[in-house]
């Protein structure tokens, strides 16, 4: 009974270390989706021909750290779908880059969490009918939550919480729209379903990490072709030249937005148990969206966005309802890394 109150205790301590990396590694991806978007939109460089540039070695990176043409030969049953996963991975990046560009990096953070709609689809799609009601209401508050968003309430400009507007603005936004919000919403979805795919491949972490390098490699390959009519097309005949200077915002999309950030979910998912689209990891991301409003100064209003937040964490939390508390162990000790795997196989489309 001593020896399990003391591993309990201990438990916190372990993972503190662990948390500190999340956070941190959740901190470094924010700063270089707001580097990235201040770049993109002073530049007006093509955003599909930028994120091909940072996936070429960013696949690169994961090629030579994973090296998949080692150890055990991998089977066409997870290859091939390694490969249409990056296929959906670079329509992702696509279509988030868009959105990314027209409704800015606050909106476009939070739409990624839009993945936890598949977790009310997969409860009539499996015909599962314990919490369905509560799945819906979670899925009328993330609605609500978008909704919001939508109008501008998380902006100074529009919020119906903000009163003392008499200091300027140094860049002022106009409200989103519903077709406008559709865009980053639709990579949010897309987002979930490559976690799906990655997740049902293979729950072996090191055999994960080597068809992910397959999987990005593949979306570089896919997205080669956009880029390039991009190129010749639509950008400057000096644009090249330009995208061969390396800058921040294109180092730490490679680096932390890309490489590093694929760890650190790994991380969080093996060992705290923590998966994208949960009510803890939006509150670390809305910490670091906050951080990042407020130091490149946004047109931002901190108690709307509190209000959109609030609403999309109460969302993802009876969204995905049966997954929790399939989760929860009976004996109310942590599980084992094998359990919780497990859990991951049987459950429905996971947020």
């Known amino acids: 009974m001593n020896s399990d109150l003391k591993?309990?205790?201990?438990?916190?301590?372990?993972?503190?270390?662990?948390?500190?990396?999340?956070?941190?590694?959740?901190?470094?991806?924010?700063?270089?989706?707001?580097?990235?978007?201040?770049?993109?939109?002073?530049?007006?460089?093509?955003?599909?021909?930028?994120?091909?540039?940072?996936?070429?070695?960013?696949?690169?990176?994961?090629?030579?750290?994973?090296?998949?043409?080692?150890?055990?030969?991998?089977?066409?049953?997870?290859?091939?779908?390694?490969?249409?996963?990056?296929?959906i991975l670079s329509l992702y990046f696509v279509?988030?880059?868009?959105?990314?560009?027209s409704c800015g990096p606050l909106v476009a953070l939070l739409a990624e969490y839009a993945g936890a709609v598949l977790g009310v689809l997969s409860a009539v799609l499996y015909g599962r009918r314990v919490n369905v009601w509560k799945k819906i209401g979670g899925l009328?508050?993330?609605l609500a939550s978008y909704y919001i968003l939508s109008r501008g309430w998380a902006t100074r400009t529009?919020?119906?919480?903000?009163?003392?507007?008499?200091?300027?603005?140094?860049?002022?936004?106009?409200?989103?729209?519903?077709?406008?919000m559709l865009v980053p919403i639709s990579a949010g979805i897309l987002s979930a379903l490559?976690?799906?795919?990655?997740?049902?491949?293979?729950?072996?972490?090191?055999?994960?990490?080597?068809?992910?390098?397959?999987?990005?490699?593949?979306?570089?390959c896919f997205l080669f072709p956009l880029a390039m009519w991009d190129t010749i097309l639509g950008s400057p005949?000096?644009?090249?030249?330009?995208?061969?200077?390396?800058?921040?915002?294109?180092?730490?999309?490679?680096?932390?937005?890309?490489?590093?950030?694929?760890?650190?979910?790994n991380i969080a998912e093996e060992r705290l148990h923590l998966v994208?689209?949960?009510?803890?990891?939006?509150?670390?991301?809305?910490?670091?969206?906050?951080?990042?409003e407020m130091s490149y100064r946004m047109d931002f209003s901190l108690l709307g966005f509190l209000v959109c937040c609030s609403l999309l964490g109460f969302g993802i939390f009876e969204a995905t309802s049966l997954e929790r508390s399939k989760r929860v162990p009976l004996d109310g000790?942590?599980?084992?890394?094998?359990?919780?795997?497990?859990?991951?196989?049987?459950?429905?489309?996971?947020s």
């Not at 529009?158 to 406008?180: D, H, N």
């Not at 009510?279 to 990042?292: E, F, T, Y």
């Open 140 to 142: 009328v508050a993330m």
């Open 333 to 350: 000790q942590e599980i084992s890394d094998e359990t919780f795997q497990d859990q991951l196989q049987m459950s429905p489309l996971p």
């Open 194 to 220: 490559r976690r799906v795919i990655a997740r049902r491949i293979s729950l072996k972490n090191q055999l994960k990490r080597r068809l992910h390098a397959i999987t990005v490699t593949s979306a570089t």
């Open 95 to 101: 279509v988030w880059g868009k959105g990314l560009l």
């Open 7 to 87: 591993a309990a205790r201990s438990t916190p301590i372990r993972h503190t270390p662990l948390q500190v990396i999340h956070v941190i590694g959740n901190f470094m991806r924010i700063w270089s989706v707001y580097s990235m978007y201040h770049y993109l939109s002073q530049q007006g460089e093509p955003v599909v021909v930028f994120l091909f540039s940072c996936l070429v070695p960013a696949s690169i990176i994961f090629l030579v750290l994973q090296k998949p043409w080692k150890g055990r030969p991998l089977p066409n049953s997870q290859v091939v779908p390694s490969v249409v996963n990056g296929g």
């Open 276 to 292: 994208f689209s949960s009510p803890r990891h939006l509150m670390v991301a809305g910490g670091c969206i906050i951080v990042m």
């Open 158 to 180: 529009y919020s119906p919480f903000y009163r003392i507007g008499s200091e300027p603005l140094v860049q002022a936004k106009q409200t989103v729209g519903i077709q406008e």
């Open 237 to 265: 005949s000096d644009s090249i030249v330009k995208f061969q200077l390396p800058s921040w915002a294109y180092l730490s999309t490679v680096l932390f937005g890309i490489v590093f950030m694929f760890y650190v979910d």
